[in-house]
């Protein structure tokens, strides 16, 4: 029998498969299609300290293998989401979650930390300093070490739980801000966020989206984030929960060996609701395949 538990800074998961932030909700559009609680952990809709319409609409286009969206952040707001979505969530997920947060200054990061303490089904605090949909804030914090620092210290400060910082691709060093992030307290890293893109329609002359830039993820981008993953784990101690373009099972393997403890799964998701679950249920014969009994073994296996 394969073991697919793993550990996230002494939380444990009965698998390494997260649906990522933005692209499952708050999980319940999606008990319809099979039972959550199989899955690891979820990451909810990222949260800001007010409630935020997002950005104009056309706000999603597509793209070979993957797609571009600018939704800006579009949330209720951490005290409804505290009040009303938490608790709706004890109602059929059994399981703790990660609170995915977002800010636009430290003091909002802070705010919205403070008002996740003490809520036990909260596992884990995913910390986005990598939305490249926003202006200020943001991204912004994400690209330089010097701000991801500030921003983790601040956080790791004000929380009760584990903090993992979710890091932008659009930088030229990843791994030397993974680095910062760990060094001002952070309990673990999230790699990666959407690479910044965009689409023309060519009948307007115009940009697709009306945001005109926007996130690229899917498929498309899995080996840049492969490869990010990697770089992290040779500068860092802690956990990487391994994000980006994650299709398949063997996609999970491939992730791992890069370096990461657990995996989350994002656009996937849209396009295949059932996507966690195949997935899910596909893993073990990998493993056995390549004759692991027990999934920790491969973690960072590629830089052995
Ligand atoms: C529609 C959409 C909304 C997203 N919203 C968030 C968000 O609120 N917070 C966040 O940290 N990441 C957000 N993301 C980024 C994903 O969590 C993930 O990091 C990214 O899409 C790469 O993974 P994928 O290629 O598996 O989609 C969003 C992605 C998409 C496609």
């Known amino acids: 029998m394969v073991s697919l538990k793993v550990n996230l800074s002494g939380l444990e998961l009965s698998n390494p498969i997260i649906p990522a932030s933005g692209c499952f909700g708050y999980g ?24 935020r319409f997002g950005n104009a609409t056309p706000r999603i286009a597509e793209s070979n293998c993957g797609m571009l969206n600018s939704v800006g952040l579009q949330n209720p707001g951490i005290d409804h989401v505290v009040e009303y979505e938490m608790k709706e969530i004890l109602s059929y997920y059994s399981k703790p979650i990660i609170a995915n947060i977002s800010g636009f200054s430290i003091e909002e990061y802070e705010y919205c930390v403070k008002r996740l303490k003490g809520i036990n089904n909260v596992g884990i605090i995913e910390v986005n300093i990598s939305c490249p949909n926003v202006h200020d804030g943001g991204m912004s914090f994400g690209t330089s070490a010097d701000m991801a620092a500030k921003v983790t210290k601040a956080v790791v400060k004000a929380a009760d739980k584990p903090v993992y910082i979710k ?4 930088v030229t060093d990843i791994a030397s801000i993974a680095k910062a992030c760990e060094d001002a307290g952070a309990s673990g890293i999230c790699a990666i966020n959407t690479l910044l893109g965009m689409r023309i329609d060519i009948k307007k002359r115009k940009p697709v989206l009306a945001n005109i830039t926007g996130g690229l993820s899917g498929p498309a981008i899995f080996p840049i984030a492969l490869r990010m993953v990697y770089q992290i784990y040779e500068a860092v101690n802690i956990p990487i929960i391994g994000i980006g373009g994650i299709s398949s099972a063997k996609d999970v393997l491939e992730m791992m060996m ?34 692991i009994e027990d999934i920790n073994e491969i973690i960072g296996g590629a830089h052995k």
């Open 28 to 51: 319940k559009e999606y008990i319809n299609y099979y039972d959550i609680n199989i899955l690891g952990s979820f990451s909810i809709k990222g949260t800001t300290k007010d409630l």
């Open 167 to 170: 890091l932008s691709p659009n």
């Open 258 to 291: 890069a370096g990461a403890t657990a995996v989350q799964i994002g656009s996937m998701n849209l396009t295949d609701p059932y996507i966690c679950k195949t997935i899910i249920d596909k893993l073990p014969d990998e493993l056995d395949k390549l004759g």
